[in-house]
């Protein structure tokens, strides 16, 4: 049954134009095109732009593929009325979620691996193992975390459209936000703000140094991952109470 | 054969009581139609039998199954011989109808051959058509082939006509009769066209102020002087 369900999970997936070119064409294309004008330029930590920005940008497609394809579909399914419809056929429920899960790690697995391969051939990455094993491990970690945060935030909604407003908005916030167009060091000081509250642009900081075999147990990165943490508690509790106020 | 018992079951939205206490039973085999004025708490009294919601008070028993009780896993199980067609009927919209019905086959683990299904329905010329893009008759006769997959015992239709021209409706009741009489399954359904209910239905339930004011045969409230269910309804509700 769950194979039988994740088939059809990605072959609506791939039906859904909007969702394959905003999540799986624009960031690597915004990827390569970036990298043509600051290619040349060194980053925190003395990193090459691809160092940076490969990471970066496999998790903004993680992103994308998570709060469009998993968080956004939810409540279109909700506020439609299929939910409600495949909630009266005998699949049980653990079978759809685990498809839905299943489906977003295919996706960003392959936003993963599109990105780092354009990294290889365009820019000159360097391959290495050990560090893809390491990186692709905690990539999985923060798929199941995006996962959680995405469940919790879309429960709130049972209308489609604030959704998909507040989907696009969101993207745009955490682009800007999250340190993937140019480094948050270098922006205005209220964006640096609103970048601290920003859990992808602390997921940004623990990838890339991760990705980079940087990375270390000092303040900025306690901070870092207790703010995750705490976002992850908050969103398991809102979890159970929209899962208990449906049944 | 009592396929469904309710007894006393009542419901509340906040402090808006829907339903006060209504008493149902359906025998296999039977159509049974339901009828009240618009938020007189029709779907509401068929989605706690097609067990999707709970109730506050009562008791409902459906194929021997206290449903308040029941564990998942054989709750699960009750939905097998369970079938619906919701108002409006929505499905992946994404999928086309032929992909549909296999997922739905999947779901109810149905021997039913697909292709049979689709030349029941006169389906083959929708089969490669994006269930969205159907007319609403045709999604309310894919909608009714995919109940009908899992072989049901018990078949619920909230509306299955509302906005259907005449012959789609005559189309869809054609399948309906077709399958209470070839099955003996149950059939429950709402519908506001009483028409519908005097010519299909051995038995109407009409919920007014919360309960069940009448439960009664076709035949008898007929029999009782009223020219047509329409005349006994427009005379038992008031606006």
Same mark, same amino acid.
């Given at each position: 049954?769950?194979t039988?369900?994740l088939k059809?999970d990605?072959l609506?997936f791939?039906?859904?134009l909007?969702?394959?070119?905003?999540i799986l064409?624009v960031?690597p294309?915004?990827?390569?095109?970036?990298?043509?004008?600051?290619?040349?330029?060194t980053y925190?930590g &003395?990193?090459?732009?691809?160092q940076t920005?490969?990471?970066?940008?496999?998790?903004l497609?993680?992103?994308?593929?998570?709060f469009?394809s998993?968080?956004f579909?939810?409540v279109?399914?909700?506020?439609?009325?299929?939910?409600?419809r495949?909630?009266l056929?005998p699949?049980?429920?653990?079978v759809?979620l685990?498809s839905?899960?299943?489906?977003?790690?295919?996706? @960003?697995s392959?936003?993963?691996f599109i990105?780092y391969?354009?990294?290889i051939?365009v820019?000159n990455?360097?391959?290495n193992l050990?560090?893809?094993i390491?990186?692709?491990?905690?990539?999985i970690l923060?798929?199941a975390l995006l996962?959680?945060?995405?469940s919790?935030?879309y429960?709130f909604?049972? &209308?489609? &459209?604030?959704?998909?407003?507040f989907s696009i908005?969101i993207f745009?916030?955490?682009?800007? @936000?999250?340190g993937?167009?140019i480094?948050?060091?270098m922006?205005?000081?209220?964006v @640096?703000v609103?970048?601290?509250?920003?859990?992808?642009?602390?997921?940004n900081?623990?990838?890339?140094?991760i990705?980079?075999?940087q990375f270390?147990?000092?303040?900025?990165?306690f901070?870092?991952?207790g703010?995750?943490?705490a976002?992850i508690?908050?969103?398991?509790?809102?979890?159970?109470?929209?899962?208990?106020?449906? &049944? | 054969?009592a396929?469904?018992? %309710?007894?006393n079951?009542q419901?509340?939205?906040g402090n808006n009581?829907?339903?006060k206490g209504?008493n149902?039973?359906?025998q296999?085999?039977?159509v049974?139609?339901?009828?009240?004025k618009n938020?007189?708490?029709?779907?509401t009294f068929?989605?706690?039998?097609?067990t999707i919601?709970?109730?506050?008070?009562?008791?409902?028993?459906?194929?021997?199954?206290?449903?308040?009780s029941i564990?998942?896993?054989?709750?699960?199980?009750l939905?097998?011989?369970?079938s %619906?067609?919701?108002?409006p009927?929505q499905f992946?919209k994404?999928?086309?109808?032929?992909?549909?019905l296999?997922?739905f086959?999947a779901?109810?683990?149905s021997?039913?051959d697909?292709?049979?299904?689709i030349?029941?329905?006169?389906?083959e010329a929708?089969?490669?058509k994006y269930?969205d893009?159907l007319s609403?008759?045709?999604k309310?006769?894919v909608s009714?082939?995919?109940a009908?997959?899992s072989?049901?015992k018990?078949l619920?239709l909230?509306e299955p006509t509302?906005?259907?021209?005449?012959h789609?409706?005559n189309?869809?009741w054609?399948?309906i009769?077709?399958?209470?009489?070839?099955?003996g399954?149950?059939v429950?359904?709402t519908?506001h066209n009483?028409d519908e209910?005097?010519?299909?239905?051995?038995k109407v339930?009409l919920?007014?102020n919360?309960v069940n004011e009448?439960f009664?045969t076709?035949e008898?409230i007929?029999?009782?002087?009223?020219?047509s269910?329409?005349?006994?309804?427009?005379?038992?509700?008031s606006i």
């Open positions: 049954m769950l039988t369900q059809y990605l609506m791939s039906r859904e909007f969702y394959l070119i905003f064409v960031p294309a915004t990827y390569i095109f970036m990298g043509q004008l600051y290619g040349d330029f925190a &003395n990193l090459t732009y691809a920005y490969t990471p970066s940008f496999i998790l497609i993680t992103f994308g593929v998570v469009f998993f968080g579909e939810q279109m399914h909700r506020t439609t009325g299929v939910e409600k495949i909630s056929s699949v049980p429920k653990k759809l685990l839905s899960i299943l489906k977003s790690i295919i996706l @960003t392959f936003g993963f990105v391969l354009i990294g051939i820019y990455l360097s391959f050990l560090s893809l390491s990186s692709y491990g905690f990539f923060l798929n996962l959680t945060i995405s919790a935030i429960s909604f049972s &209308n489609m &459209n604030s959704a998909l407003v908005i745009q916030v955490v682009m800007i @936000t999250g993937f167009a480094p948050v060091e922006m205005p000081k209220f @640096t609103i970048a601290e509250v920003n859990p992808i642009y602390h997921m900081k623990l990838f890339i140094a990705w980079n075999e270390q147990l000092d303040k900025s990165t901070i870092s991952i703010y995750i943490v976002l508690i908050i969103a398991l509790v809102i979890i159970r109470f929209s899962t208990k106020r449906r &049944n | 054969m396929i469904i018992d %309710v007894r079951l419901k509340s939205y009581q829907v339903l209504v149902f039973q359906a296999e085999g039977e049974i139609g339901v009828i009240g938020g007189a708490g029709k779907s068929l989605e706690i039998l097609m919601k709970s109730y506050d008070i009562g008791t409902v028993i459906v194929f021997d199954e206290d449903i308040k564990p998942t896993n054989r709750l699960e199980q939905r097998q011989n369970i %619906v067609v919701l108002q009927t992946y994404t999928l086309k109808v032929g992909e549909l296999k997922l086959k779901y109810y683990q021997p039913v697909i292709e049979k299904i030349a029941d329905f006169k389906l929708h089969r490669k269930f893009k609403g008759g045709w309310q006769i009714l082939a995919i009908f997959l072989e049901p018990l619920i909230d509302t906005g259907l021209d005449p789609m409706r189309l869809l054609s399948y009769k077709n399958y209470n009489d070839k099955t399954g149950t429950i359904l519908t009483m209910i005097e010519l299909y239905c051995d339930m919920i007014n919360g009448v009664e076709t008898n007929l029999a009782s002087g009223y020219k269910i329409n005349a006994f309804y427009l005379q038992s509700v």
